[in-house]
């Protein structure tokens, strides 16, 4: 049974390009979440999606977008990219429910590096 | 606002010893729950454990146990009788109705190191 995939695992950009970073879900499961994970903090929730709509979004700006697909797959877009952007970006999956003991499958995260 | 507050940046625990990890927070939502993550080197975040804000009992998992004190609004990870694989990030977390419950509120994180 594979766990959360996140690709690629390390990316370097360079100010102003435009990033995509993949995830592919646990088995079962059809809710992805993305979090930012900047150096010596903790992650910060960026969005949710759930039937391949955007369910719920943190104090992110625009220039980070997103998109589910049809096998629960989802995808993180970052534009414009700055250096505050360099962070260990992690995805979390779990089945669908809105309840306080839903548990969150996370992936080992891509490292983005903005130089 | 929900906050979750470490105050441990760093602790250290000889091997085969217990240790507790404090975790703070803040909310006013009438039911919330609480977790602990754990974050080896390879970055992944690992479920450990999860108290309800109704529960009356700590939660327990394996070695992980929650010491819950709702009052104080405190939910504590025991690790007992410590291995060297312990050595991690350890993070405390939150989700209520106030944040959504799509989202984990997280604390900044306690280094652990266990030495031999």
């Known amino acids: 049974d594979a766990g959360v995939t996140q690709s690629p695992t390390h990316l370097i950009k360079t100010r102003g390009q435009q990033v995509t970073l993949r995830c592919s879900p646990k088995?079962?499961?059809?809710?992805v979440s993305w979090y930012q994970q900047a150096l010596g903090q903790g992650p910060q929730f960026i969005f949710q999606?759930?039937?391949?709509?955007?369910?719920q979004r943190g104090n992110f700006p625009d220039r980070f977008s997103g998109h589910q697909f049809p096998n629960y797959s989802s995808e993180l877009n970052v534009n414009a990219l700055l250096l505050g952007d360099s962070a260990l970006y992690l995805c979390?999956?779990?089945?669908?429910?809105?309840?306080?003991?839903?548990?969150?499958?996370f992936g080992s995260g891509t490292q983005l590096s903005v130089l | 606002a929900q906050k979750i507050t470490q105050t441990q940046p760093g602790m250290f625990v000889q091997e085969k010893e217990a240790v507790t990890l404090d975790c703070t927070y803040d909310?006013?939502?009438?039911?919330?729950?609480l977790f602990w993550y754990k974050q080896p080197s390879s970055g992944e975040m690992i479920f450990l454990i999860y108290?309800?804000?109704?529960?009356?009992q700590n939660a327990t998992e394996g070695r992980y146990s929650l010491n819950f004190q709702k009052a104080r609004k405190s939910a504590n990870l025991v690790i007992s009788a410590s291995q060297l694989g312990d050595s991690a990030m350890y993070f405390c977390?939150?989700?209520?109705?106030?944040?959504?419950?799509?989202?984990?509120?997280f604390g900044a994180g306690t280094r652990l190191a266990v030495h031999p």
């Open positions: 979390a999956s779990s089945f669908g429910g809105l309840s306080t003991n839903e548990k969150l499958f």
């Open positions: 088995s079962g499961h059809d809710t």
């Open positions: 999606y759930y039937e391949e709509e955007e369910r």
């Open positions: 909310t006013s939502d009438p039911s919330y729950g």
């Open positions: 108290q309800g804000s109704y529960d009356q």
């Open positions: 977390a939150m989700r209520g109705v106030s944040g959504g419950y799509n989202k984990l509120i």
